[in-house]
């Protein structure tokens, strides 16, 4: 019998990667915590729990020509489509080379546009409906490209949701949208905030299939986001897609989900780690051993730490710079 | 020179963009096989097709934020909000995102959108076809506000908006759509956004506004001229950003200033014009700053009575402005 990777046409080369690249946001993502407790940078939204929704499916789109509107958590979507660790750290550090805001925005407020990643915003949701107006541009412009958004659970209560949903199911518009359930929103629990069994019941009412899945396992989001993304570029119109998985830390570097999540709770969710059960699937089906987890974690710690030390060496944006792009003119990330 | 009406220019600086330009649009609701419920983009789904001239689900804030994902991809769009009133649920994508989509990504993204919509009162229209929301957006640098008050200027705007890199919000009074006529020329033009126009040189007193107010300060005007009054009347057009320099310049000439919004008094833009006056002009002023606004009531209510009572008519502006010319 083949592995679940081999079945739907996924590589040892391939599921390696998608390790790698999991590993990496969660090493970037550790180490902006620790930087945070120490003092040197002022804020974190974490990706953690989360690695396995976020590359499996990025690796199921193409990071050559597809469109993300990506939210706050997604770092192993933006590490796919282009971004760098030195980009993030220089992000964290608010450093005038950040490529996301030149040190603007807070962390986790990504956007990029030679890897076609959308500027994003705090209010939630907003990025739904951008993405639905590329996927338009595209299909107005006889383009092959589709669009992919995500959102958590607790964002799929607002209005931009719906209205972009249904505008991108009357149109039949190519476009994916991923809500990363990871059961809270803060402090509120899924069942205070959504009234039906799955997000993914939200689906029927805009014309577009709707699925819930394991968000802990990389293959099985792969296998979903690519079957909906070879739906949106045969012109059947747009999907959405839940997957559950955990929140491994707190809402944000300002919160403390001790005081309202329970400690079985939490300590349960350890033994749905993301990175741990993948690791233990890759080393079931001989792809990874305890001497190559080593190396690539090694290799991975390399990266971070260079791009730690570059970052906080790099300079600020002068206090003046305030003043521009507000409306059109030369410079910056242009 | 052809002679239209203030919706035809409209109507015509869309389509001679649509001709120019394949990534203009339109989208909004009923704006296609309808062509709009004022009829601005009457013709425009025959020519275009639907494609182009997208009627969407009724859902401003869709309207807005699909229209915005599409600017950023790098099209076009013109945004069409039924009624100014309407746009409430659009403001989150309006101020949020368009307004700092370029600074918000240090100059790597932007967001070339037009939000047009009609407003203003005096049809009838009470509480929510009436108002005047160009306040609400005008503290949000990354956007402009244009408001013409000529059909001249409509298109001369609405192609410089069209064509701008940036959000525009283009007001349009709706009373004027088919009261307001004048030459419109058949060639191309554009209107610089950010400037002022002067639409009548005076002596005694300057009247600075905007939008279909221009008209009721400018039939005033022959009335005080007749007294041997002489006004002076500015035009803003745009809004904001307010253009400061024409705005000192007209105070100064005359040193009497009356300022004229049909929107309530406290919090309108006039407010902030009579602090460029007051931070530029003390020493050039012979009279206090005067405005005239409507009252601070929520918004014009629909009985003929007490819509006649909010809205500002030439009556009301020559009062005025005979009581700031003897001053």
């Known amino acids: 019998m083949s592995a679940k990777h081999e079945e739907i046409g996924l590589s040892n080369d391939d599921v390696l990667k998608m390790y790698e690249t999991m590993l990496m946001a969660r090493r970037v993502d550790e180490r902006m915590w620790l930087l945070n ?18 590359v499996g499916a990025a690796f199921a789109l193409d990071n050559e020509k597809d469109y993300i509107a990506p939210y706050y958590r997604d770092m ?6 282009g971004m760098t660790p030195k980009d993030l750290m220089l992000s964290a550090f608010a450093k005038a080379e950040d490529p996301n805001s030149g040190g603007r925005q807070m962390p986790g407020h ?30 107005m412009k006889k383009q092959d490209f589709i669009t992919f958004t995500t959102l958590g659970e607790g964002s799929s209560n607002q209005g931009d949701f719906h209205e972009g949903m249904n505008f991108a199911g009357v149109h039949k518009l190519p476009v994916i949208i991923m809500v990363e359930n990871n059961k809270y929103a803060i402090s509120v629990p899924f069942e205070r905030q959504i009234a039906s069994k799955n997000v993914s019941d939200r689906a029927i009412g805009y014309g577009m299939p709707g699925v819930t899945i394991d968000g ?6 792969y296998k979903h986001v690519k079957e909906a993304a070879d739906r949106a570029r045969r012109g059947e119109g747009p999907s959405l897609i839940e997957t559950v998985s955990e929140r491994m830390t707190a809402h944000s570097s300002d919160d403390d989900q001790r005081q309202y999540r329970a400690a079985d709770e939490l300590a349960a969710q350890k033994d749905k780690d993301p990175i741990l059960l993948f690791g233990a ?29 570059y970052a906080e060496d790099a300079p600020y944006a002068a206090p003046e710079d305030a003043l521009k792009y507000v409306y059109a003119e030369k410079g910056g990330n242009e | 020179m052809a002679v239209m009406n203030y919706i035809d220019a409209i109507t015509l600086a869309m389509k001679e963009e649509m001709e120019r330009d394949e990534n203009v649009f339109v989208l909004g609701e009923d704006v296609g096989k309808k062509g709009g419920v004022f009829k601005a983009t009457a013709g425009l789904y025959d020519q275009f097709g639907e494609d182009r001239v997208l009627d969407t689900p009724l859902a401003e804030s869709a309207i807005a934020g699909v229209g915005i994902g599409a600017a950023m991809y790098g099209l076009r769009p013109i945004a069409e909000m039924q009624f100014a009133d309407f746009i409430m649920p659009a403001v989150n994508q309006i101020i949020s995102e368009a307004s700092r989509i370029r ?6 993204w932007s967001c070339p959108i037009v939000f047009r919509a009609p407003f203003g009162g005096g049809v009838h229209g009470a509480l929510y076809h009436s108002q005047s929301v160009e306040a609400i957006f005008a503290n949000q640098p990354g956007l402009k506000i244009v408001i013409p008050s000529t059909p001249y200027d409509a298109k001369g705007l609405l192609k410089a908006a069209i064509r701008d890199d940036d959000p525009v919000m283009f007001f349009e009074h709706k009373r004027a759509y088919r009261l307001i006529k004048g030459e419109v020329p058949e060639e191309d033009y554009t209107i610089e956004i950010g400037k002022a126009d002067v639409k009548r040189e005076g002596e005694d007193i300057t009247v600075i506004t905007y939008g279909l107010a221009v008209h009721f300060a400018l039939q005033a005007a022959e009335r005080l001229a007749e007294d041997g009054y002489s006004a002076h009347i500015l035009d803003l057009r745009t809004i904001y950003p307010l253009d400061k320099e024409g705005i000192i310049e007209a105070a100064k000439k005359t040193g009497k200033v009356l ?6 008094k406290e919090g309108s833009i006039i407010g902030e014009v009579a602090a460029i006056v007051a931070e530029n002009c003390l020493f050039d002023l012979d009279a206090p700053i005067m405005r005239l606004a409507g009252p601070d009531i929520p918004a014009m209510p629909y009985a003929p009575t007490m819509e006649k009572f909010f809205m500002i008519n030439p009556d009301k502006v020559e009062k005025a402005m005979r009581e700031l010319a003897e001053y």
């Open chain 1, 37 to 54: 407790r120490a003092g040197k940078i002022p804020f974190v939204i974490s990706c953690q729990g989360q690695e396995a929704a976020q």
């Open chain 1, 216 to 221: 802990n396992d990389p293959i099985e989001v």
């Open chain 1, 110 to 139: 990504f956007g990029q546009k030679k890897n076609r990643i959308l500027t994003g915003s705090s209010p939630v949701t907003t990025q739904l409906p951008h993405a639905v107006g590329v996927a338009l541009a595209g299909k």
């Open chain 2, 259 to 264: 300022l004229v919004t049909e929107d309530n």
């Open chain 1, 76 to 81: 192993g979507v933006v590490l796919h489509f």
């Open chain 2, 103 to 108: 600074y918000r990504s240090n100059n790597d």
């Open chain 1, 281 to 309: 699937y890759l080393k079931e089906n001989g792809i990874l051993n305890d001497e190559l987890e080593k190396e690539i974690n090694d290799r991975i710690m390399v990266i971070v730490n260079e791009a730690t030390d």
